[in-house]
């Protein structure tokens, strides 16, 4: 890399620590905040500075990345902590948190106003995909800003442009919501076979590498088999991400009916008590409905 640039890493949680410490491996200057400092502090092994305060952190940077929770978290962030009010005039600020297509048209034209530039760029990959910078990376805005933003991208995984602001999220939804009812078709399948008798292991192997073969079918299949449910994603950030899917639907007036029954499926997990399991957790509340736990 011939020029080191200076980043602001907003939010180190599961998916932004490795993403920050890969930006800083890469050769570039990174800064980072977290609400909880000692999040945070892992990262200063690797010449990361860590700031008490958000607007801090921002100071004469580049670009600011956010993984933050939610919309109204990085609303909060940005304009209450007084994030846009201290980032450089011709800044770009990336937003790589899952939020609904219209908070990041909103956040697109306040920063605007303020002389900085904005890309939505939510990920898919979880917390595997960050550690080895092998996420893909869904980016709605300007396209001479997704050009510009082509180094900090380079670290992190595979990038595509989607379209104007907000097509960033919408590909997000997608993602997700393609996620989110394939976990629970792996799910609901594997616990039949088990209802049945046959070794759902077993049946997870035999139809691998046929057409009902998938990433889900790999990952979250081996996790549900495993009984392993350490959150990787949790299943309250898929559910956020379900009733997002489902704003967003009632919104532009598309019927997602098949949405709708995963985010109650989701839902009925959380209220169990599983929110803090891997979204491959549904398999958990599957199990409890069908009294196989």
């Known amino acids: 890399m011939s020029t080191a640039l200076k980043i602001a890493v907003l939010g180190t949680g599961m998916m932004g620590l490795p993403m920050a410490r890969r930006l800083a491996d890469a050769g570039h200057e990174v800064h980072a905040w977290n609400r909880t400092q000692a999040k945070a502090e892992p990262l200063a092994a690797h010449g990361v500075k860590i700031h008490e305060h958000a607007a801090d952190a921002v100071r004469g940077v580049d670009f600011a990345v956010s993984l933050l929770e939610n919309g109204a978290i990085v609303g909060d962030v940005l304009f209450t902590l007084g994030v846009a009010a201290a980032m450089p005039k011709g800044s770009l600020f990336i937003d790589m948190a899952s939020i609904q297509p219209r ?70 939804l997608a993602n997700q919501m393609i996620v989110g009812i394939t976990i629970g078709a792996v799910a609901e399948a594997l616990l039949l076979a088990e209802r049945g008798g046959a070794d759902p292991a077993k049946v997870r192997e035999a139809i691998s590498g046929g057409f009902a073969d998938s990433r889900i079918l790999q990952v979250h299949g081996e996790r549900m088999v495993n009984h392993d449910f350490a959150p990787r994603g949790r299943m309250t950030v898929q559910l956020k991400d379900m009733r997002n899917a489902i704003a967003t ?43 196989l736990d």
Do not use: C, W
């Open 103 to 172: 908070e990041a048209r909103e956040h697109a034209d306040k920063l605007k106003a303020l002389g900085v530039q904005h890309l939505d760029a939510p990920v898919s990959g979880g917390t595997l995909g960050a550690e080895a910078g092998t996420l893909a990376i869904m980016a709605g805005g300007d396209e001479t800003d997704f050009d510009r933003a082509q180094p900090v991208f380079a670290a992190l995984g595979r990038a595509t442009h989607v379209g104007p602001h907000g097509a960033g999220q919408l590909a997000k």
């Open 249 to 291: 639907a009632e919104e532009i007036g598309f019927d997602a009916p098949i949405t709708d029954l995963l985010e109650q499926l989701y839902a009925e997990g959380v209220k169990n008590g599983l929110g803090d399991l891997d979204q491959a957790g549904l398999f958990v509340e599957l199990q409890r409905r069908n009294a």
